[in-house]
DNA sequence: TGAAAAAGTGAGTCGCCACTCATTATCGTA
DNA sequence: TACGATAATGAGTGGCGACTCACTTTTTCA
């Protein structure tokens, strides 16, 4: 697969930004059945213009969830970093729960990124990071030992589900996180 | 609001039930978002029939999730008489989020039924029946005291909504539901 | 049995949305 | 600056899905 790596002219490079930032926008409001027309509009852009950077309307959604998901990647690694060990895992629940009830992106990413899109082996980046968040807390004694990855990951995206369709509020992301939580704990 | 009780012509009748069996199917397999034309052709039937009968495709769907309700709300009321009593909400947590795996319509009446179709109080009969159980668990010492029917409720549309976007297997169901019912219990 | 009322039919309308392409504008460079 | 290459434009196309209605068929009941 040879690089197609021409330099962009620097009106098409300028748009291009623009209409990524419009469709962040956009696709977190709206969620990802929002039109491409409003994408173009948000960016300050002709429709033809979206279409010619991005030939699908698939193609722009991959490319959102691509950077949505570096930075989840990166802020993982954050938390490792700054966190006792033992709390990174739940504050990375925390903080993903919040994010989602904002930006509806999110969801896509957890739930079904995979199999609709085609993101290869960008959301086994994330699993692996959140792995070693859970070693991290299991090693600290703040997570049991016979928890697993899978149930993990699928907790997240349930909670990230339900606060996101259910519209929950920050007291309840709270109380419910809190549950989960202590089903976590030895 | 004086009910329109005229008696149906015998095929009304007949068409009216195929056309709600047409429907529960083609909802549960294909979400929401199935057409109204895969519905009439499933009941053998026009498509000018089904509106008739129904006027918007949401009347479809508000019917379908009534009587859905009404069987889920019948369930809970079920176990609450066979299962010993700490051990119903479980029990009812287990079913439904198999159900759900099985049939998507579980997940619109969980999620936001409330919100874009309008069932007045129909869910809010849920939550009474689900608060039953959960205070008959509590009463038998299996869950927390100061857990409240929100969390209840937001986890189980959770891990519905996990389950069916995620393609849970029934493993993966059992483990995550083992951390919640851990997270429950005191 | 034979109308009148009720119900069924399905081609057609309308609006929405992803995507195209002939034309026009802008950029980079000699 | 001038010109070829690259990009932007936006009206147009095609398909889909909810919903309508003029017409046909079935039921009901006197």
Redesign the pocket.
Known sequence: MPSDD???????L???VRILEAAEQVFSERGP??????V?NRA??????????F?????LLREIMKSLLARLVSDVETLQRDSPPGAALFAFFTALVAQAARQKTVLDLLAQAGTELSIPDAVGMLERSVDGLLHSAQDAGTVRRDVRLPEVMALLSAVCQGAVTGGWDERLQTRTLAVVFAGLAP
């Open positions: 021409k330099p962009l002219r620097a009106d098409a300028r748009n291009r059945a929002a039109s491409t027309e409003e173009a300050g852009v002709a429709i033809g213009t979206v279409f010619r950077h030939p699908t309307k698939g193609d």
